[in-house]
């Protein structure tokens, strides 16, 4: 078993909060995130590691990511998930993973630069059994009347001048809306236009369900690689 520590980034600049009265002053959350939070990587098992909430499985292709069903106040889904004080009034899930640690999984797992990914929601019902289904399943395409096309890209989000993690600091995760700032988006056509996603009713469990969100890598296709490395 070993730890390792992780800054966000040795450029970030230190939390600090003073209050000028006794009283505590209200939380500036973009100030709060901007502290990059520890990230001990514990070796649990051969390929299998633990980052925080978060698990990343080598030998299986996953990163796992525990959260809940959500109950979005906002009539159009925007996000396939957010961590906790993120935009939830317009997400799906709540993550309880730092997104740093997230990405720091997802890494681990050999993903750079914008690779496709799949996404699956399992969760325990109540006959007993896990119930596992992909994620895009839950999204309804209103312009297409039938539930979102799988497209789910890694992008890892972004840094700033100041080189702060933006999904720290957004607690952006899965965006079905264009975000640069989430860690994972999509590539289908019209994704940016207001109301195109909302609820698919049918296939969501109940609010407050404890929930698993899994990242699984996408194998590259047969070939694909070798026809990249021929010269015409």
């Known amino acids: 078993m070993f730890f390792m520590a992780f800054p966000l980034s040795p450029s970030s600049p230190s939390f600090s909060m003073e209050a000028e009265t006794k009283k505590e002053p209200p939380l500036d959350l973009f100030e709060h995130f901007e502290k990059a939070p520890s990230a001990n990587i514990e070796n649990i098992a051969r ?3 633990q ?3 978060v698990r990343v499985d080598q030998v299986a292709g ?3 990511v525990t959260g809940i069903m959500n109950a979005p106040t906002w009539m159009d889904i925007e996000f396939l998930a957010v961590a906790e004080q993120g935009k939830d009034h317009e997400s799906l899930l709540i993550v309880e993973a730092e997104p740093f640690h997230i990405n720091l999984a997802c890494i681990l797992l050999g993903l ?6 799949s996404l699956w929601i399992e969760w325990k019902t109540e006959a007993g059994p896990l119930k596992r289904v992909p994620a ?3 999204i309804w395409d ?3 009347n039938s ?5 789910w890209v890694y992008t890892g989000s972004r840094f700033d001048d100041e080189g702060r993690f933006l999904s720290q600091l957004s607690r952006s995760v899965v965006a079905t809306y264009p975000d640069p700032d989430a860690l994972i988006d999509h590539r289908l ?3 940016g236009e207001f109301h195109r996603y909302g609820l698919n009713e049918k296939a969501l469990p109940p609010q407050g369900t404890p929930v698993s969100l899994i990242i699984e890598r996408v194998p590259p296709e047969k070939g694909k690689e070798g026809k990249r490395g021929k010269r015409p």
Do not use: F, L, Q
Not at 112 to 117: A, E, F, H, I, L
Not at 147 to 151: D, G, Q, T
């Open 112 to 117: 750079t630069g914008r690779v496709p990914v």
């Open 142 to 144: 209103r312009e297409k």
């Open 189 to 191: 056509k019209g994704g």
């Open 147 to 151: 539930p979102m096309k799988r497209s």
């Open 51 to 53: 980052i925080g909430k």
């Open 47 to 49: 390929g299998v590691y």
């Open 62 to 64: 996953t990163v796992i």
């Open 136 to 138: 895009e399943a839950m």
